[in-house]
């Protein structure tokens, strides 16, 4: 017996996020890195490698959504601590060499992951589900302002 198309539905979005996560929490396990402190090291490569603290905070509240502030301002701390991330007097953030290093390294270990789990998808599926993730982000996002 052939089992049913699923559906796209925000159960079936999460149930996926939370597989894919758990393959790139492996990845973070070995580093030594958490999942929030991953996504600061994301905003702040995604931003040209250097950023105002209170922007780099802000992009990575904003990226993880339910994450309290001052979680994100921790692993901000945790990262500068462990020479990760320096600071300048102006109050600015950027990578130091280890921290481009591991940046690096969690970034190919993910990458490695989705080539996996991608592995075979017709790109026009790939691009017809981007369409489709990128609008419900958008429609999220505007609800969440909204609120």
Do not use: C, W
């Not at 796209?8 to 149930?15: D, F, M, R």
């Not at 894919?20 to 030594?32: D, F, I, P």
């Not at 130091?96 to 992951?113: A, C, M, N, P, S």
């Not at 592995?119 to 993730?133: C, F, H, N, S, Y």
Request: overall charge negative.
């Amino acid at each position: 017996m052939t089992q049913p198309t699923p559906v796209v539905n925000g159960q079936l979005i999460g149930l996926t996020h939370y597989a894919s996560r758990a393959l790139l929490e492996r990845v973070l396990t070995r580093t030594g890195t958490t999942f929030t402190q991953s996504v600061i090291l994301r905003s702040l490569a995604s931003h040209g490698g250097i950023l105002e603290r209170r922007s780099l905070v802000n992009f990575a509240h904003d990226a993880l959504k339910i994450v309290d502030e001052s979680e994100v301002r921790t692993a901000v701390e945790e990262l500068v601590a462990g020479q990760l991330l320096a600071t300048s007097a102006d109050d600015r953030v950027s990578f130091t060499d280890d921290g481009r290093e591991l940046f690096d390294h969690i970034q190919d270990g993910g990458k490695e992951v989705a080539s996996r789990l991608y592995a075979g998808i017709p790109q026009k599926d790939l691009e017809a589900a981007g369409r489709v993730l990128a609008l419900v982000l958008r429609r999220a996002n505007a609800e969440l302002a909204a609120a």
